[in-house]
């Protein structure tokens, strides 16, 4: 009896170790909220309710918000903290009727981001990526053939691409191969987020479809982009973009590739900057 006693103690012994406090939150109330990656600019949420009710988060820092569809269910899901330092609340709310929700897990942390741009280097909701996306293979693989170019016409084996070198390969590789999808943007639904492995491998999509391939593409090499939404004059329509942060200038440019493919196709003219004056920005991810 005692040897069962002690077996049964060691056993919940190692249980209760391997369970950290958050998981037992989780356990609990089938939610869970980490900001243990916060100071590189990300939140990690996830739930595990079998309700099958619709489910938002907000991410919020002072009176800023950012309100998701969180249609992933049973893994994390990034989501960036790109308000800045400070106190953050995020909230993952359920659907109960209509429009109405109810706020069922809360979460606050005072965050302390080191380095901004690493909120832009991230793989999160909007520009979800991984090293095993063809997308990214495909990335490094442009790259490597750039390099070769390079060494090949200035005959320096020790020749490097700048940031400034790889944006360009990868923005015309985009501008060039991609084609825009007129009828795809009726089928969508309200949470749709783009998979970059299958806007490359359709090679069409709407805006936000460009916009997440190429900024998956640049961070996977170490470059900040943002996604950006909101308007421009050169649409009627609300439209995403994206803004990419030259290091060796210390500043950000607007690039639109959705806009540039099409004129690439009309064989017009464009360029890769764009103006600050066309672009209205509401939301950057």
């Avoid at 359920?94 to 909120?119: Q, W």
């Avoid at 470059?223 to 500043?251: C, F, Q």
Wanted: include cysteine; charged fraction near 20%.
């Amino acid at each position: 009896m005692k040897k069962r006693f002690l077996g049964l103690l060691l056993t919940l012994t190692i249980i209760f170790s391997i369970f950290t406090p958050e998981m037992f939150a989780m356990s609990n109330s089938t939610y869970a909220i980490d900001f243990t990656s916060s100071n590189m600019g990300v939140v990690k949420v996830l739930t595990y309710s079998a309700t099958t009710a619709k489910l938002k988060v907000a991410v919020e820092n002072g009176t800023q918000k950012y309100i998701y569809d969180m249609p992933a269910r049973g893994s994390y899901v990034n989501y960036p903290l790109q308000l800045g330092n400070g106190q953050y609340t995020v909230k993952i709310y359920e659907n109960t009727t209509g429009n109405k929700y109810k706020t069922v897990y809360t979460g606050t942390e005072n965050v302390y981001i080191s380095t901004p741009n690493s909120v832009y280097l991230a793989s999160t909701q909007q520009v979800n990526w991984n090293n095993e996306n063809q997308a990214i293979i495909l990335a490094k693989k442009l790259l490597n053939d750039e390099l070769y170019l390079k060494i090949v016409r200035t005959k320096n084996n020790q020749a490097k691409l700048t940031d400034n070198e790889k944006i360009k390969v990868i923005y015309n590789y985009v501008v060039k191969n991609m084609s825009y999808d007129y009828q795809k943007i009726s089928t969508l639904t309200s949470d749709y987020v783009p998979s970059i492995d299958a806007v490359l491998q359709a090679k069409k999509g709407i805006c936000f479809d460009y916009s997440a391939l190429l900024a998956s593409m640049l961070r996977s090499q170490g470059i900040p982009a943002k996604l950006v939404k909101g308007y421009s004059t050169t649409t009627d329509v609300y439209h995403a973009w994206n803004e990419i942060y030259l290091s060796a200038e210390g500043r950000w440019i607007i690039v639109d590739t959705t806009y540039d493919a099409y004129m690439y196709r009309a064989k017009s003219p464009y360029s890769m900057e764009k103006s600050v004056a066309q672009y209205t920005k509401q939301l950057e991810f």
